[in-house]
Structures are given as structure tokens and as C-alpha cells.
């Protein structure tokens, strides 16, 4: 079974900066696309970013575009999301997940345990 780790989370400030990290235990990176979900308490997981297995294709939530970056390393099986100018509303669990690329979380095979974000205002 392939495994995918999040870490980076963490508790910022309105306008602060996080970086996640995604490492999967096998080269899946090289062969699936990835992607960023987020869920809220007492909220559906919705999507955030994706990526293509070549890194060529990408897609973003539109309240995050401009603020959000996402990106792959494909030889260190990890994937990242870097987060500007965070937001109170940005406040959620942060899942990776591994696939086929889509906006849908059933696009997707394999997930992350999550990593939390706060942000204060």
C-alpha cells in the first residue's frame, strides 16, 4: 500500500507564510497525480490544488490562486504546497493525495493523514 505523509502545518498569522510537504514511500510521484484537499470542522473536504505527473499541468481552488503554489519533486516522491498571505478561512486539515489529476476527491486513490493549519486574525 502506498503511504503519504503531510507535514508543515502549524499555527500562523493573518498574512503568514506555511509550507506543506508531502513524501510518498514509493515513486508514485512518477507515475500519478497529486493533489492538495482541505477540510474545515463540520465541512466537506474540498479541493485545493493539482498536479500533473509532469508537473505541466495545474489547477487551483480560485480563492487561492495567487496565494497558493503547488509543486512536485518527482526523485524525492514528494510534493509540496506553499501557502501566502494566509487567511483565517484558509483554517483546516490539509490532505495529499495521489491519482488520477481532478477536482473531485474520488479522482483520487491514495491520501495523507492530514496535517492541521490555523490561522489567527
Known amino acids: 500500500q502506498v503511504q503519504l505523509v503531510e507535514s508543515g502545518g502549524g499555527l500562523v498569522q493573518a498574512g503568514g507564510s506555511l509550507r506543506l510537504s508531502c513524501a510518498a514511500s514509493?515513486?508514485?510521484?512518477?507515475?500519478?497525480?497529486m493533489g492538495w484537499f482541505r477540510q474545515a470542522p463540520g465541512k466537506e473536504r474540498e479541493f485545493v490544488a493539482a498536479i500533473t505527473w509532469s508537473g505541466s499541468g495545474l489547477y487551483y481552488k480560485d480563492s487561492v490562486k495567487g496565494r497558493f503554489t503547488i509543486s512536485r519533486a518527482n526523485a524525492k516522491n514528494t510534493v509540496y504546497l506553499q501557502m501566502n498571505s494566509l487567511k483565517p478561512e484558509d483554517t483546516a486539515v490539509y490532505y495529499c493525495?495521489?491519482?488520477?489529476?481532478?477536482?473531485?476527491?474520488?479522482?483520487?486513490?491514495?491520501w495523507g493523514q492530514g496535517t492541521q493549519v490555523t490561522v489567527s486574525s
Open positions: 493525495a495521489a491519482g488520477s489529476f481532478g477536482v473531485v476527491t474520488s479522482n483520487y486513490n491514495y
Open positions: 514509493e515513486r508514485i510521484i512518477n507515475n500519478y497525480a
